[in-house]
């Protein structure tokens, strides 16, 4: 064994493998190779230049351009003439740069009824759309109650009135005469008079406008009422709506949705109909035996629910004779007996 190993003294073997790069900088020097790198310089712009050039020709030629739109009719009630009328600005336009996301929007913004929106490019002029209606989820019972017209005064009304100062102390006719005051008369065919001077204000009647209502709270008029469907009835309308209207607002209708399927699962009671009043921004849900339940839309439906289903059968709510139960005063179930003063006051 030798004491001393020199085994660092060795030379180290150099690689024999060679960058190549370098091995054809060696064998055909440096203008060689600055030769091969313009040649293949040439070759990517020349690539490039072709690709912009078509480019240029696709965006530029008219036989890319789109020239109709078709709307697939599966369902007859959809006016499909009325939407390939809205869509008719992307005429025109190159169909291969046509983001189909731009058709879809323009088509939810006017025409919210659709649940489901599919846009084809028909290549080489043509975009197809196949739409999906939202299904409606009850039959709509609408009431409204137009404002009263209120009639300018006559022009002439101001000169009668200086007419009569200026003839009332000479003729004593007009002493016991009165002239009819604008406000008195408006009042008077607001309400009726009674012999201690009070008044009661007389309603209008509401007219009742029937129709669907759809999963968005659209206003569905060309199709006939469903008998399977539970009845919504909205009130407190001062305008007759009109066919495809919003009735009721998408969160509001989510907030329905939800309230009527928790109600369900968790009372084990089924929601027979519905009435939704605009104003004061509140629900009743009518179950067996004509109960009402009164809960606010402003509230956490869980927390109304939960109240009820709580003090619902300690309390043997189910054997009395309920007119309604009110569940939108915080912590707190009011409910009233039918028959009483309570009641009276629903009537």
Not at 40 to 62: E, K, M, N, P, T
Not at 96 to 101: A, E, G, R, T
Not at 115 to 137: G, N, Y
Request: proline share 6%; hydrophobic share 40%.
């Amino acid at each position: 064994m030798p004491v001393k190993s020199h085994w660092y003294t060795r030379p180290r073997r150099v690689s024999a493998i060679q960058p190549r790069n370098i091995v054809v900088l060696k064998k055909r020097g440096l203008i060689g190779f600055l030769k091969d790198l313009a040649n293949r310089s040439v070759y990517w712009a020349i690539g490039i230049g072709g690709v912009l050039l078509l480019v240029c020709f696709l965006s530029l030629s008219s036989y890319f351009s789109i020239k109709s739109v078709e709307v697939d009719r599966q369902n007859f009630n959809i006016d499909s003439a009325k939407i390939e009328n809205k869509l008719s600005s992307f005429i025109g336009k190159n169909l291969i740069f046509l983001q189909k996301s731009s058709v879809s929007q323009v088509i939810g913004q006017n025409f919210p009824e659709f649940s489901d929106i599919l846009v084809q490019k028909i290549f080489p002029s043509k975009i197809k759309i196949q739409l999906t209606s939202s299904p409606p989820v009850a039959n709509l019972r609408a009431y409204y109650t137009l404002p009263p017209n209120e009639e300018p005064l006559p022009e002439n009304f101001t000169e009668l009135n200086k007419a009569i100062d200026e003839l009332s102390p000479t003729d004593p006719s007009l002493l016991a005469a009165t002239v009819p005051n604008p406000v008195d008369d408006k009042k008077a065919t607001q309400g009726v008079f009674n012999l201690d001077g009070s008044t009661e204000a007389v309603e209008p009647p509401a007219t009742e406008q029937k129709a669907l209502l759809n999963r968005n709270g659209q206003a569905i008029f060309d199709q006939q009422e469903n008998l399977e469907l539970m009845t919504f009835i909205v009130r407190g309308l001062t305008q007759p709506i009109e066919d495809r209207e919003i009735v009721i607002p998408q969160e509001t209708m989510d907030y329905i949705m939800d309230a009527i399927q928790y109600f369900n699962n968790s009372m084990g009671l089924e929601v027979l109909s519905l009435e939704y009043f605009t104003v004061a921004q509140e629900i009743h849900l009518k179950i067996n035996n004509n109960l009402t339940i009164w809960m606010s839309v402003d509230r956490d439906y869980k927390t109304q629910i939960d109240k009820l289903k709580t003090i619902y059968e300690p309390a043997e709510l189910s054997k009395e004779d309920l007119a309604y139960i009110d569940l939108r005063v915080k912590n707190k179930v009011i409910y009233c007996v039918r028959g009483t003063k309570c009641d009276k006051k629903t009537d």
